[in-house]
Each structure stands twice: as structure tokens, then as C-alpha cells.
């Protein structure tokens, strides 16, 4: 492994706290690239779910530009994070390193949702508006 990809792994891994609070007890590749998808699997759930929640309270044009935004941000997200591990593409630790980076962006996109949700009625920077 030469020394940038070794940087590369290590700043994705200090970069979230999942990996060392939730799969400390893996023992192989295997079980760490298992345990983070585990927990990507999770925060997915929980971002579509916030996603649905701001979804109901959109409507018309709203809606279909949240739906575009969402889809796009999706593709962002993938396409960011096989940038950003490319260095370990080849290797037996790019599952755990995709995972590690899409639990990163998804966290980020949660923040964005439950500030949008926890927004007060008539906030004009929440952007729900009447059709």
C-alpha cells in the first residue's frame, strides 16, 4: 500500500466515530466491510424516512423539484464517495471505505433534513411555500 493510500484509509476512518464505537469488535475485512454497511443501512433508513416526512409536506412544482434534488444528491453522493476512495478500489477494504463515506454525506443530509423539518411556520428560509 503506498503511503498516500495508507493516508487516504486513515483520514476516512478517524473521520467518523461509527467505525470506533460500533465495529471495534470486528475481527476480519469481512466483518468490518459487514459491520459498516450495517450501519450505512441504518442511516439510510433514517434519511428516507426524514425524506418522506418533508416529501408529505411538499406539494406541486415543490415536490417535483424536492424529488429532483434528492435524486441528484444521490448521485452526488455516490459519485463523491468513489472519488474519494479510489485509492482503494482494488482492495479488499473499499466496501468498508465506501460505506465509512456514505454514512458521512447521509449524516449530513439528515442535518439538512431534520433542520428543514424542526423549521417553524412561516420561516421563509425553510422553503416549504403554498402552491
Known amino acids: 500500500m503506498t503511503i498516500q493510500k495508507l493516508i487516504l ?14 465495529c471495534s469488535n470486528s475481527k476480519t475485512q ?4 459487514d459491520c459498516e454497511n450495517a450501519e450505512y443501512s441504518k442511516l439510510d ?25 434528492q435524486r441528484e444528491w444521490i448521485r452526488f453522493r455516490d459519485n463523491d464517495c468513489e472519488f474519494q476512495t479510489y485509492a482503494t478500489a482494488m482492495g479488499s477494504i473499499h466496501p468498508m471505505m465506501m460505506a465509512i463515506c456514505l454514512q458521512a454525506k447521509t449524516e449530513s443530509r439528515i442535518d439538512d433534513l431534520n433542520k428543514m423539518l424542526q423549521c417553524k411556520e412561516g420561516d421563509m428560509s425553510c422553503g416549504f411555500a403554498e402552491d
Open 45 to 69: 433508513k433514517t434519511l428516507n424516512h426524514k425524506y418522506q416526512q418533508i416529501l408529505a409536506k411538499t406539494q406541486g412544482q415543490q415536490k417535483k423539484l424536492l424529488i429532483q434534488a
Open 30 to 33: 469481512t466483518d468490518y466491510n
Open 9 to 22: 484509509a486513515l483520514l476516512l476512518l478517524t473521520s467518523t466515530s461509527v467505525f470506533v464505537e460500533d
